[in-house]
Every structure is written in structure tokens, then in C-alpha cells.
């Protein structure tokens, strides 16, 4: 079932927000733009703008419309990150980079074992990360790899950023191109290392999604973990509520 028009106008200007494509004091297209292009009533571009004001994501002046506010620095999700880097060729947008803390050969727990395919205890590469906006943290995760993968992609196990993505590379490398991917979500109180990495105060809580994706083939091709601050993260669905 379709999202309706004005959450279909809704996510793809914050997903040109979440991107950097507009950033901070951008004015966004007019209402008038917005109605010509989805050819819609004003009423249903009012309703979209109102569902980005209402997330903290845009302001509206009176005669000068709407513009992209000053705010939090947003996490993105793998997907959304993969996305941009398809895009773009880079993963970060303006202003954001990461910190690789670590990449190398671990065992797997038994969570990235069932994510990727293989068994616990196998050798599997595990790459964390800090992702800043400016000097702020806005995310910090663990991406992981199976022993096959990382052979075939060695810059995994590098500690340097890789600009284009780990998924964009893993497809350049291995000619496995993401084609599923599937996310979890929960909330929960961030973990003393976690609170150092991200500069937080306890007691914090912090947003947890999980991500696999996968090939064509159905393969799990990278499993991540990534850990968002309370406040930088925002996700809004739609859905039927009956038949």
C-alpha cells in the first residue's frame, strides 16, 4: 500500500536533510514548487511541511517560507549512508567524518554469527567506528564481515575511513551488490564506553539498530551495529490501521 502523498513529499525532503543535500538555513522549494512537482493540492505540501516542523527538522518564517533548521546533528542508518555514497561516491555528507577506533580479526559472539551466516566463535572482521558532525558525536557502531569477505575487500582491516562506504566497497570489490536490507530498532541505556565515546552524561539512553544486508543471492554480505544518541535519531512510519 502507497504512503500517502503529503509522508511520500515528507520523507524525500528529510532524506535530502539526513543527506547534508540541504543543510542549515537552506530554504527548501516553495509551496507552490512542491505542488507543481507532485501535482497535489497546497493543502496536502502544508500537511508534509507541518510533519517536518513537528519533527524539529524545518522552520517557517512568514514571507520567506521554509528552511532547514539549525539543529541536533541527525544519525543515519546504513541504508541511509549507502544511499548517500551510491549517490555521491562518499559515504559522509558536509562536515561529518569518522574515527576508526579499531579493524581486525575477532571471534564471533553468537549475534554476528546468526547474522552472517556462520558459527560461533568463527574468525570474522569487526570494524567500530565514531561518526562526528564537526566535533560532535552523533553515532557510534561495529561493522562485521565474514573471514571470505574480508579477504576479498583487505581495507577492511585498515584502520582508515573508507570515504565511499564499507557496503559501496564490498560491492566494488566482491561484484555482490546490497540487495535487501533489514533493520531492528530498540532503545536502551547507553553502556559506560559508550557514553565516553559519545560524550554523554549518565544515565543516557541511546537508540540501538541492528542491520544485515544482503546480495542477490539472499548471503548476508555485512552485519552492523550502530548506537545514536537520544535525540540525534528520529524515524517516522506510516501505516493501515485497518482494511
Do not use: C
Not at 517557517?60 to 539549525?70: I, P
Request: aromatic share 6%; net charge negative; charged share 30%.
Amino acid at each position: 500500500m502507497a504512503l500517502p502523498k503529503y509522508d511520500q513529499i515528507a520523507s524525500e525532503l528529510r532524506g535530502r536533510i539526513v543527506r547534508g543535500e540541504l543543510k542549515p538555513g537552506d530554504a527548501l522549494p516553495s509551496e507552490r514548487e512542491l505542488t507543481d512537482r507532485w501535482k497535489v493540492a497546497r493543502a496536502t505540501v502544508v500537511r508534509a511541511l507541518e510533519v517536518l516542523r513537528h519533527e524539529g527538522l524545518i522552520e517557517t518564517r512568514q514571507g520567506t517560507g521554509s528552511a532547514v533548521r539549525e539543529r541536533t546533528p541527525l544519525a543515519r542508518t546504513a541504508g541511509e549512508r549507502y544511499q548517500t555514497s551510491v549517490q555521491t561516491g562518499y559515504i559522509y555528507t558536509a562536515g561529518e567524518h569518522a574515527d576508526i577506533v579499531s579493524a581486525e580479526m575477532v571471534a564471533a559472539p553468537e549475534d554476528v554469527a546468526t547474522a552472517l551466516g556462520v558459527e560461533p566463535g568463527d574468525q570474522v572482521a569487526r570494524r567500530h567506528r565514531v561518526t562526528l558532525e564537526g566535533e560532535q558525536p552523533t553515532a557510534t557502531s561495529y561493522s562485521w564481515f565474514t573471514s571470505e569477505v574480508a579477504q576479498a575487500a583487505p581495507r577492511l582491516l585498515r584502520r582508515e575511513r573508507v570515504r565511499e562506504g564499507t557496503t559501496r566497497y564490498l560491492e566494488m570489490q566482491t561484484g555482490r551488490r546490497p540487495h535487501t536490507g533489514r533493520d531492528w530498532w530498540t532503545a536502551r541505556l547507553a553502556t559506560d564506553d559508550e557514553r565516553e565515546l559519545l560524550g554523554l552524561d549518565a544515565p543516557a539512553a541511546v537508540a540501538e539498530v541492528r542491520h544485515v544486508a544482503y546480495d542477490e543471492d539472499g548471503r548476508p554480505l555485512a552485519y552492523e551495529v550502530g548506537i545514536n544518541p537520544s535525540g540525534r535519531w528520529a524515524r517516522t512510519e506510516e501505516y493501515a490501521m485497518s482494511n
